[in-house]
């Protein structure tokens, strides 16, 4: 039996406090990514991000798009017309759930369907109190009363 170590346990002895976000990402490794619909990740600057999803022949009322606990999923439930004889049918229009796990930092700005491409804005927001400040060295006897 072959045991699968651990790629992020290399990171371990260098952080603190990343524990949860380490086994995330690890857990992320078995998923098998559907190729269902096609779509976009575009980083537009250092803090906005669009996620694009082609779907063409889809309408916003085919589809769900839901934060929970930072994982963004967008599903379709799509009920299957049995009055359509097609000749060819090469548009998929089909069910499917597609998710992407975010930073607990991303927040999600709009969604919006124009023209079988549905763009969901997305925000990296740092909490002021997270932003990067200059620590001022106190005296030891500072450290010792407090």
Known sequence: MTLIQNPFSRYEPFTVGF?????????????????YPPYNIVQVDDDNYI??????????????????????????????????????????????TRSFTLADTIEVVT???????????????????KKSRKIVIGERKQLLTE
Not at 21 to 32: E, I, P, T
Not at 57 to 82: A, C, I, M, R
Not at 111 to 129: F, Q, W, Y
């Open 51 to 96: 996620v694009e999803l082609a779907l063409a022949g889809f309408t916003e009322q085919d589809l769900s798009v839901e934060l929970k606990e930072q994982v963004l999923t967008v599903t379709s439930s799509v009920e299957k017309s049995e009055e359509t004889n097609y000749v060819h049918h090469g548009i998929a229009k089909r069910n499917f």
């Open 111 to 129: 969604a919006a369907m124009t023209d079988g491409m549905l763009r969901i804005k997305l925000r990296n927001v740092i909490p002021e109190h």
């Open 19 to 35: 524990d949860r976000a380490l086994r995330r990402l690890d857990s992320l490794s078995d998923v098998k990514t559907p190729s």
